[in-house]
C-alpha cells in the first residue's frame, strides 16, 4: 500500500479528524448550552433587578420627597407664622408705646387731632416696613390722621373684624378682611367669591388692616394697613421648595395673602377643612386636589392671634423634580441596561457562536471518524516519512493486514515476499512536486492475491506549511473489473442473443435493440433507434391486446403475449413478446424491456401437430409412442379400445405387456433388425386383450430419429384385424376340410398326401393310401332321411379318426368316400391291421335319430415303397383296389396289385 493525494492540498485539521478520535464531549456541549442558558438567565435577572430597583428606590425617594415636602411645609408653616408673630407684636409692642411716647393722644379731643400725631404715626411706620399705612381712626370710623394723606377723611368699612369682641375694646389687636389696591384711599375689600374682574387684579396683593384700640385712648382707634406683599416677599425669600405655597387665613377661613398667584385674597376656606384645621390647630394633612392629585397640607394657627399659616404643595408638583429625575434615572438605568444586555448579548452570541463552531468542529471530526471507520475504501495514514501511523477497518478487511501488523511500516513494504509495487517511485516524485498523486495500482493482500484500485494521495501540512502526514484512500476496483466483466458477458449475450431485445424508452421510443432484431424484422438501426414500436404494427393484434398490455406495464407489471406484426419486407409474422418494465432506485418506470421471439415457425407446426394429435386422437387405429427406452410415453383412444387397457395404466411400461405368447420366436428379432436397418417395419401380433382375449394386430412401426440419427421414439400404429384373421380362417378351413365331418377334404388329402410322400421318401418308408366307400349307405339315406346319413356320415369320420394314429390322416372326399393315409410303414402289410381295425369300427352299429343302423366299408388300399410313384396314381390305385373289394362282396380291403385280377382280396 501506498499513501497518496487528491489534487487539492489537505489542510492539518483533516488529518487530525482521520485519526480515531476520543468521542464527542456530550459533557461539554451540556456545559456550554449550559453557559449560555446562564447568561440568558443572568442577563433576564439583571433586567429584572434593574427594573425592580428603580421601581423600589423611586417608591421609597418619592415617599422621602413627600415626607420631605410635609417636614418642610411643617418647618415653613411654623417659621412663617412665628415670624408673622413676631412683627404683630412688634406691631402691637410699638403702638402701645405710642401713648407712652405721644401721652396727649389720650387727652386729644374729638376730631381733634394731637399736634404731630402724624409725624409720631410716620416715625413709627419707618419702624415697620410691614406696614403700608398707619391711621387713626375716630369712633365714627372717619380717619382723622394718616401716614397717607389720601386716607385722611376716608371711611373705611373695616368689619368683620377679628377676633370677635365688643367694638373699641382696648388691647386687642384685631384683623379685618383683605383689600385690593394700595390703601384705604384707592382700595376696596376683596369679595369673598371673586368676580370675573378678580383675573386683572390677581398680582395684586394688597393689604388687610389691623386695628387696635389704645386703653389710655380709647375714643381713637388706630389701623395699620398691612403690606401683604412684604410678608409674601418674606416667604418667597426662605423658601427654596417652590411648589411649595404659604397661605394666610382668617380664623374665619377668609385668605388674607398667599405667595401663590392664583390664590386670590378674600376667598374662603372649604368649611370641613376649615374645622379639621381649627381642630387640629397644628398638624399636617393630606386633602385631595382638583385634578385628581393631593395636596400635602400643614397647619400653624398663630399662638396670638387669629389666624393660622397654611403651608401647602401639590404632589403633582412636589414630585415634578422626582418624576424628571426617576425618568432620567430610568433613561440612564436604560441605557445602562441595553448596554449591559448588548454587552452580554454579543459575549452570549460569541459564546454560542463558538459552541457552535465548536459542535460543528466536533460534528465534522465525528464524520470524518465515522468516513475512516466506515469507508470501503483502504484508508492509510503516514507520517511524514510515510511509515503507516493508521489504517482503517476497510483496509484490515481488504487486504488482510491488521492494523498493528500495518503500524510502523512503509507502504509497499507490507508483502516483502512480493515485488514492491511499480507506482511507488513515480508517487512519491509527483508527492514531493506537488504534494499529490492519484492513479490505478496493483499492490498485493496478505494471502498473495492481487489487489487492482485506485489510489488517491494527500499530503497533509500544518499551518506553517510543512507536510505532516500522508492520507492515501484506495478504492478496490477488483469488484469493478469483474464487473466489467459481467458487464461485457452480457453485452455479448445480449448482442448475440438469439431472441430478439429492445429497450424503448417510456415514450416509448426504441433505444436499443440487438442484431437479431434486426435480423427478424429487416430494420436497419437507422430506421427504427428512436422511433416508435407501433412502426412494427400490422394491425393484425387486437387493440385489447395492447390495452392490456399497456394496462400491466403501467401498473409495474411483466406483460406477456403475442403480436402479429409485419417485417420491413410487408411479410406478416408473429412474435411471442414478454415486455417488463425497468425501475429506477426510486421505484419509477425508467425503460421497458422487451424480449421477442419469432414463433411463426412454430406456429405452423403447432397447426400442424394440432391437426396430427387431432388425427391420432380420432384415428380408429391404436398408436402407441414409445421412447428410446422402449416405454410408452403416449397412447390414443383407439388404443384404449383395441387393448382395454388406459393411458395410466400402460405410460411407462413396456409393449410387452400386451404380448399374448403366440408369436414366432423368429418374429421379434425381424421386427428389430428391420427396425434398426430400415426404420421401419410392418407385421402382425396375436396379444392379449386386458381382459384375456386374444386379438390379431396388425401393426407398423417406425423409429424416429434425431439430427444425430439416433432413436428417439417408436410409434406403432395397429388395427384389430381379429375378424379379419377369423374370416381367413373360416376360408382356409372350408378350403381344406369336409364341413360337414370335419375331415380334411380332397385338396388338403393332395396336399397331405403330396407331404406324406416326401416325408416317406426322405425317411425311405412306407405310405398307404386307403380308399374306402360306405356299403349300404343310400339305403340309410333312404331310410332315415339325408341327416340321418349326415349324422352317420360324422360318425363315421369319429371312428375314423379313433382308429389311425397321429400323424395319419382320414380325408373324405365327398359323398361316402374317404381316403386314409397311414405314414411310417416298414413294411407294405403293416397298413392292414388299420385297414381291419377300421372295418371293424366302421361296421360297428350307429345309432341315427334313434335307429340303429349298420353299415360297412369297401376299401382298396395302394403302398408307396419306392421313389417314381405319383401321388395321383396311387390314390387311383387305391381307389381301383376298393372297387375290387366292392366287387368282392364289400365289407373287405383289397391291397392294390399291378394286374388286380391277381390281387389277393382280403376281409374285414
Ligand atoms: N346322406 C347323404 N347322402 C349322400 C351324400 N353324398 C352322397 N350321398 C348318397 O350316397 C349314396 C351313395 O351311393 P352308393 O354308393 O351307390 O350307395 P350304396 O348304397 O353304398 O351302394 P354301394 O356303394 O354300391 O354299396 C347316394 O344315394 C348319394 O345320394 C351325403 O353327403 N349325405
Redesign the pocket.
Known amino acids: 500500500m501506498a499513501a497518496g493525494a487528491s489534487p487539492a492540498e489537505v489542510k492539518s485539521g483533516v488529518a487530525d479528524s482521520l485519526l480515531p478520535l476520543p468521542e464527542a464531549t456530550p459533557t461539554g456541549r451540556r456545559l456550554g448550552r449550559g453557559s449560555v442558558a446562564l447568561l440568558v438567565g443572568l442577563q433576564l435577572l439583571l433586567v429584572a433587578s434593574v427594573v425592580a430597583g428603580l421601581y423600589f428606590s423611586g417608591q421609597h425617594l418619592r415617599g422621602v420627597v413627600l415626607d420631605h415636602t410635609r417636614s418642610h411645609a411643617q418647618v415653613q408653616a411654623h417659621n412663617l407664622e412665628d415670624s408673622m408673630t413676631q412683627s404683630f407684636n412688634l406691631l402691637d409692642m410699638h403702638l402701645r408705646a405710642l401713648v407712652a411716647e405721644h401721652p396727649e393722644i389720650q387727652y386729644a379731643e374729638q376730631g381733634v387731632a394731637p399736634r404731630d400725631l402724624e409725624k409720631a404715626l410716620t416715625a413709627l411706620q419707618n419702624k415697620l416696613p410691614y406696614v403700608r399705612s398707619l391711621s387713626v381712626l375716630e369712633r365714627s370710623g372717619r380717619v382723622l390722621a394718616s401716614t397717607q394723606a389720601a386716607n385722611i377723611g376716608q371711611q373705611p368699612a373695616l368689619e368683620p373684624l377679628l377676633p370677635h369682641v365688643a367694638p373699641h375694646t382696648p388691647g386687642v389687636l384685631r384683623f379685618g378682611v383683605p383689600w385690593r389696591g394700595r390703601d384705604f384711599a384707592d382700595g376696596s375689600p376683596w369679595p369673598s367669591t371673586p368676580g370675573p374682574e378678580a383675573s386683572s387684579h390677581a398680582r395684586d396683593a394688597g393689604f388687610f388692616p389691623v386695628t387696635l384700640v389704645l386703653p389710655e385712648a380709647p375714643q381713637w382707634t388706630i389701623v395699620a394697613a398691612i403690606n401683604s406683599d412684604y410678608f409674601i416677599n418674606q416667604a418667597l425669600n426662605h423658601e427654596a421648595m417652590p411648589a411649595l405655597r404659604h397661605q394666610l387665613y382668617t380664623d374665619q377661613g377668609t385668605l388674607l395673602l398667599s405667595t401663590a398667584e392664583d390664590d386670590l385674597p378674600g376667598t374662603v376656606l372649604d368649611g370641613a377643612r376649615l374645622a379639621a384645621v381649627l381642630e387640629r390647630q397644628v398638624g399636617v394633612a393630606q386633602w385631595p386636589g382638583p385634578r385628581g392629585d393631593a395636596w400635602l397640607v400643614a397647619f400653624r394657627p398663630s399662638r396670638n392671634y387669629p389666624w393660622f399659616v397654611q403651608s401647602q404643595a401639590s404632589s403633582t408638583q412636589v414630585l415634578q423634580p422626582w418624576r424628571r429625575d426617576m425618568r432620567q434615572l430610568a433613561l440612564l438605568a436604560g441605557l445602562t441596561l441595553v448596554l449591559v444586555l448588548l454587552t452580554t448579548g454579543a459575549l452570549t452570541w460569541r459564546v454560542r457562536r463558538s459552541l457552535q463552531r465548536e459542535e460543528q468542529r466536533l460534528e465534522e471530526t465525528r464524520l470524518a471518524a465515522s468516513v475512516f471507520a466506515h469507508s470501503s475504501d483502504f484508508i492509510v495514514i503516514t507520517d511524514r516519512q510515510g511509515r503507516i501511523v493508521t489504517v482503517n477497518p476497510a483496509f484490515e478487511r481488504g487486504t488482510g493486514f491488521s492494523a498493528a501488523e500495518a503500524t510502523g511500516c512503509l507502504p509497499g513494504h507490507l508483502s516483502p515476499s512480493h515485488p514492491v509495487p511499480a507506482h511507488l517511485d513515480a508517487m512519491w516524485a509527483a508527492m514531493a512536486t506537488e504534494g499529490a498523486w492519484q492513479g490505478e495500482v496493483i499492490d498485493w493482500r496478505k494471502d498473495g492475491t492481487p489487489l487492482t484500485g485506485w489510489l488517491t494521495v494527500n499530503a497533509i501540512r500544518d499551518s506553517a506549511g510543512r507536510v505532516v502526514n500522508y492520507v492515501g484512500v484506495l478504492h478496490d476496483l477488483s469488484r469493478l473489473r469483474a464487473d466489467e466483466a459481467t458487464i461485457r458477458k452480457l453485452s455479448l449475450a445480449v448482442e448475440q442473443s438469439p431472441t430478439s431485445i429492445v429497450i424503448t424508452s417510456t415514450a416509448p421510443a426504441i433505444e436499443y435493440a440487438n442484431p437479431h432484431f434486426f435480423h427478424t424484422t429487416g430494420y436497419t438501426p437507422a430506421e427504427v433507434l428512436g422511433a416508435n414500436p407501433r412502426v412494427l404494427q400490422s394491425g393484425q393484434t387486437s387493440q385489447a391486446t395492447y390495452e392490456a398490455m399497456w394496462a400491466e406495464l403501467v401498473a409495474g407489471r411483466v406483460w406477456q403475449g403475442e403480436f402479429v406484426n409485419r417485417r420491413k419486407s410487408g411479410e406478416l409474422y408473429i412474435e411471442n413478446a414478454t415486455i417488463a418494465p425497468l425501475v429506477d432506485d426510486q421505484g419509477r418506470i425508467t425503460h421497458y424491456l422487451g424480449i421477442k421471439q419469432d414463433i411463426t415457425a412454430a406456429k405452423e407446426a403447432e397447426k400442424a401437430l394440432r391437426l396430427a394429435a387431432s388425427v391420432v386422437a380420432n384415428t380408429h387405429e391404436g398408436v402407441m409412442v414409445c421412447d428410446a427406452a422402449q416405454r410408452i410415453i403416449e397412447v390414443n383412444p383407439a388404443f384404449t379400445r383395441i387393448t382395454g387397457y388406459t393411458a395410466t395404466e400402460v405410460l411407462g411400461r413396456k409393449p410387452s405387456l400386451l404380448s399374448s405368447g403366440r408369436r414366432s420366436r423368429e418374429q421379434y428379432p425381424a421386427m428389430w433388425q428391420a427396425l434398426n436397418q430400415h426404420g421401419h417395419w410392418q407385421g402382425e401380433f396375436w396379444n392379449r386383450h386386458k381382459n384375456g382375449s386374444l386379438y390379431a394386430a396388425a401393426s407398423a412401426v417406425n423409429a424416429l430419429r434425431d439430427a444425430a440419427g439416433q432413436v428417439t421414439h417408436y410409434v406403432s400404429v395397429f388395427s384389430d384385424i381379429t375378424e379379419r384373421k377369423h374370416q381367413q380362417e373360416q376360408l382356409e378351413r372350408l378350403a381344406h376340410f369336409d364341413p360337414?365331418t370335419g375331415l380334411p377334404n380332397r385338396a388338403l388329402l393332395a396336399d397331405r398326401l403330396q407331404q406324406g410322400l416326401a416325408r416317406a421318401q426322405r425317411a425311405r418308408q412306407g405310405l398307404a393310401v386307403c380308399f374306402m366307400?360306405?356299403?349300404?349307405?343310400?339305403?340309410v339315406?333312404d331310410a332315415h332321411g339325408?341327416d340321418a346319413?349326415?349324422d352317420l356320415?360324422a360318425e363315421v369320420a369319429r371312428r375314423l379318426q379313433g382308429s389311425i394314429r397321429a400323424g395319419d390322416t382320414a380325408a373324405r372326399l365327398g359323398?361316402?368316400e374317404f381316403v386314409l393315409l397311414l405314414g411310417g410303414l416298414h413294411h407294405p402289410r403293416e397298413c392292414e391291421d388299420t385297414a381291419r381295425r377300421v372295418l371293424h369300427a366302421v361296421a360297428l352299429p350307429i345309432e341315427v335319430e334313434g335307429h340303429t343302423v349298420h353299415v360297412s366299408a369297401s376299401m382298396g388300399i395302394s403302398v408307396f415303397q419306392r421313389d417314381g410313384c405319383e401321388a395321383e396314381q396311387l390314390l387311383r390305385q387305391a381307389d381301383q383296389a376298393m372297387y375290387q373289394a366292392?366287387q368282392r362282396g364289400?365289407n373287405r380291403y383289397v391291397l392294390y396289385a399291378p394286374g388286380m385280377a391277381d390281387a389277393d382280396p382280403g376281409s374285414a
Open positions: 360337414l366307400d360306405l356299403d349300404g349307405f343310400k339305403a339315406n339325408h346319413g349326415d356320415l359323398g361316402d366292392k364289400r
